[in-house]
């Protein structure tokens, strides 16, 4: 099994629907984060969560909402999906030493969300 | 959030070393300088990754300059399963990790 799993791995929905997509790991991380791309471009950070009670903003936190159930599960949530929403979606997750810049990423094989 | 600058593409041949560049003139003290690569259809993966002398792992070494402003990852034999977009990224304290839009490297056989 794979470290960190992502669900959906390809989703199709419409204008207004809610969608959420799962990450889960078996890493024993504590930090997890959501990332977005776009086809072409890196990857931008919308949220990151260094224990199930801190949940922080990245770059593009607009339109889009996270839960972190358990130090293994970390979900992303679309209230109610926009086009300009289809992108490709990674999960990723990586030890908490606390106050390095050495944790290294391990991430999720991705979800492709597409927005009628 | 520091920023760093790659070229946005580069051609190899098989079997040649390869050399890909990163400016990141506005690093801080605390910076480590992280290496992730992307293959087509898939997450990035973790190359490397250093703050201040030079690294070496079995994937890639990691040259960073005195100064710190720049650094370069060396694949020292190209092969077909390097071809990726590489992303050189600053990660300090804060655990943000910004990415930014990374090198295609193409290998040629």
């Known amino acids: 099994d794979a470290d960190v799993t992502q669900t959906p791995r390809n989703r199709i929905t419409k204008t207004g629907k809610r969608i959420m997509l799962e990450c889960s790991q078996t890493k024993g991380h504590d930090r997890m984060y959501w990332y977005r791309q776009d086809p072409g471009l890196g990857l931008r950070l919308i949220y990151y969560?260094?224990?199930?009670?801190?949940?922080n903003k990245g770059e593009i936190s607009d339109g889009y909402s996270v839960s972190r159930q358990a130090q293994a599960k970390f979900s992303l949530s679309l209230e109610s999906a926009i086009p300009n929403q289809t992108a490709l979606y990674f999960c990723?997750?990586?030890?908490?030493?606390?106050?390095?810049?050495?944790?290294?990423?391990?991430f999720g094989a991705g979800s492709r969300l597409t927005v009628l | 959030d520091a920023k760093t600058t790659q070229p946005n593409s580069m051609e190899s041949n098989e079997e040649e070393p390869v050399h890909l560049p990163c400016n990141h003139s506005?690093?801080?003290?605390?910076?480590?300088i992280h290496w992730y690569r992307q293959l087509p259809s898939q997450g990035p993966e973790y190359v490397i990754h250093?703050?201040?002398s030079n690294v070496n792992n079995r994937m890639a070494s990691l040259a960073i300059a005195e100064d710190r402003k720049s650094s370069t990852l060396i694949l020292h034999r190209a092969t077909l399963r390097d071809a990726a977009v590489y992303y050189c990224?600053?990660?300090?304290?804060?655990?943000?990790?910004?990415f930014g839009t990374g090198t295609r490297l193409q290998v040629f056989p």
């Open positions: 990723a997750t990586s030890e908490g030493i606390k106050d390095s810049g050495a944790n290294v990423l391990t």
């Open positions: 990224i600053l990660r300090d304290y804060t655990d943000k990790l910004i």
């Open positions: 506005t690093i801080s003290g605390t910076d480590y």
């Open positions: 250093g703050l201040t």
């Open positions: 969560s260094f224990d199930v009670k801190d949940i």
